[in-house]
Every structure is written in C-alpha cells, then in structure tokens.
C-alpha cells in the first residue's frame, strides 16, 4: 500500500479507491475509501470487548503492530444490517485524523486510479438517507461504489474525534484586522461548523465553496476582477483554507492552480484535513501549501492562518 499514492504527489486530481463490500441482509454494498487513508487490509481478527462501547457496531478492539489497540467497526452492523459472519471476511485498518480503526467488511475487491472529475457529488436525497455518510458516488463496471465518509462515522462512534475549537483560550484578533477567507469543503457539517467557529473568534470573514473547482472559479472571477480594477487580490480575499478530498477537483490540485497563478500565488493557503501524515506533509509542501493541519484541530489551523495572513497582509 505505500507505493499507491504516487498519482497525488504533484496534485494532478487523482486519487486511488479500494473498493469493498459488505454484505447487507442479502444485498451486496459496494463502498470505496481513499487508499492514502489504509493502513493494510487484514484477515479477521479476535476482538477484545472494551468498555462503554456507545454503539452497537463497534465490536470491541484488537492488537495490532507494535502491541496497538485498534477499534473495530462492523460495516454491516454500522449500516444496519445484521453483523458480518463469513470467515473470510477482511479487515481495513485505516488512520485519519491521528487515530487508527479498523473496518470490518465482507469482502475486498480491488483498487482503482480515478480522478476526482469521475466522482459525483451525492445529491441531497443521498445525503439525507445515508445521513451524510457518503461524500462521493462513482459509477464503475455497471455499478455504483458509494465513497463513504469515514471521519463522519469514527466521529459519531468516538465523539472526541469532532473538531474542537476551544474558544476561551483564543487569542484576540488586532483591532481592525478581519481578513477575508475562503473555506473550501465538501462536507456541509464540516463547513457549517467552521463557519461559525471561526466567525465567532472575530477574526475572519468567510466565504465557503464545495469543492476545488467551485473555489477555483471563484478565484478566476476575483483575479479578472484586480486585473480590471488595477488592485491585488488582497483586496477581495487575504486567505485559502481547503480539503483535500473533494469532488471534481481536490485540494491539492486547487493549491497547485492557485501557486502557479502569477496574481493568485500570494495567497496563503492552509490544508485542513484527516489525512496530514509525513507522506501527504511532503505532497502537501511540493503543491506549495503554506501550512497542513489534521483534523480536529481547528484551533490550531486558526492561529496558524492568522498568522500567516498577517505575514502577508496584515500592513496592506
């Protein structure tokens, strides 16, 4: 699995899914994850029950490398099916947002190399259904694969992964200094969130997009806009913070645009997602992100972004 991720390094709008399968009171589900967030996939192992487990999905927990206790989720159970009972079933041991779970499933068919332009957005009756459990639809072989929002679902089983922002201890924005930011994710409660956590903190103005291209075309509008009015783009946006995985075009390509553009690269960009590890860091740097910051930490995203927005802007 290390060497899969290849096609993300210069921010060229791929990604790689594996797809597996669960199956659901006689039908067979199939689900996609993003590679760059698995571990290894793993035979079935025997489970440690663990106290307060708040749902009924979460079977108990096993050792993995190194003697780590591991979580285990049923899929099925999750999805409300009744649990998974084939021998061969597979474990995905994923990390995200610092936090290693594994995924019990019925099988694992294969890996795929797409791009983020073949991934549709779930419409609003998906997303209501699922309960926003689906970030993404692709259509492969005749059949669908659903992508499914693993942060969602480790947040709601393990409360203290939600995103935390502890405003008491904020510090105080310069007096006069609200910069205009622009907040790209595909995740309505993670947008809604921030939104009004950083709004509250007083230090910036934002302005949200649903995914890599919406905010690129965005930014296209306001580079014709100083070009025909003769000012910086500082005076219509001071600041990007973006996801990475997101339909259509994906943070780090929307970096790549935005560094690349000879009126849009002055613009600090910050990367905010679940899966900032040593490896994404460097892909992160080579797309020429000005920070990365893993998810839940919104805190420290925020002091980072003001920091660097006053860097850049805060004499203008």
């Known amino acids: 699995m290390s060497q899969t991720n290849i096609l993300l390094e210069t921010g060229t709008n791929e990604l ?43 079977l108990g927990a096993f050792s993995h490398r190194n003697g780590r206790i591991v979580p285990l989720i049923d899929m099925a159970k999750y999805l409300g099916s009744t649990p998974i009972a084939n021998d061969d079933a597979k474990i995905i041991v994923t990390e995200f947002n610092t936090v290693c779970t594994g995924f019990l499933v019925s099988g694992v068919n294969r890996i795929y190399r797409l791009s983020w332009t073949d ?60 910069f205009n930011i622009l907040h790209v994710d595909d995740s309505s409660s993670i947008r809604t969130l921030v939104l009004d956590l950083l709004t509250k903190e007083g230090r910036f103005h934002v302005k949200q997009c649903v995914n890599g291209q919406e905010a690129w075309n965005e930014l296209c509008r306001l580079r014709r806009l100083c070009e025909e009015n003769n000012v910086p783009i500082s005076h219509y946006v001071q600041g990007i913070i973006t996801d990475i995985e997101m339909p259509t075009m994906d943070g780090l390509a929307l970096c790549k645009h935005i560094k690349e553009d000879a009126i849009l690269k002055a613009l600090p960009v910050a990367i905010f997602s679940s899966m900032i590890n040593e490896s994404l860091a460097r892909k992160c740097a080579v797309v020429g992100a000005d920070a990365q910051y893993t998810k839940p930490d919104l805190k420290a995203l925020s002091e980072k972004l003001y920091e660097l927005v006053l860097a850049a802007w805060g004499k203008d």
């Open 119 to 178: 991934v549709e957005a779930p419409g609003k009756f998906l997303q209501n259904i699922s309960q926003s459990s689906v970030i993404g639809v692709v259509r492969l072989e005749e059949r669908v694969i659903f992508l499914l929002d693993l942060e969602a679902i480790v947040a709601e089983l393990h409360p203290a992964m939600a995103i935390r922002f502890d405003l008491n201890n904020a510090r105080q924005p310069v007096e006069g200094q609200v």
């Open 16 to 58: 790689e899914i594996v797809e597996f399968y669960v199956n659901q009171d006689g039908y067979e589900g199939h689900y996609g994850l993003n590679v760059a967030k698995v571990v290894e996939i793993i035979r079935r192992q025997n489970v440690t029950a663990m106290p307060e487990m708040r749902h009924p999905a979460v």
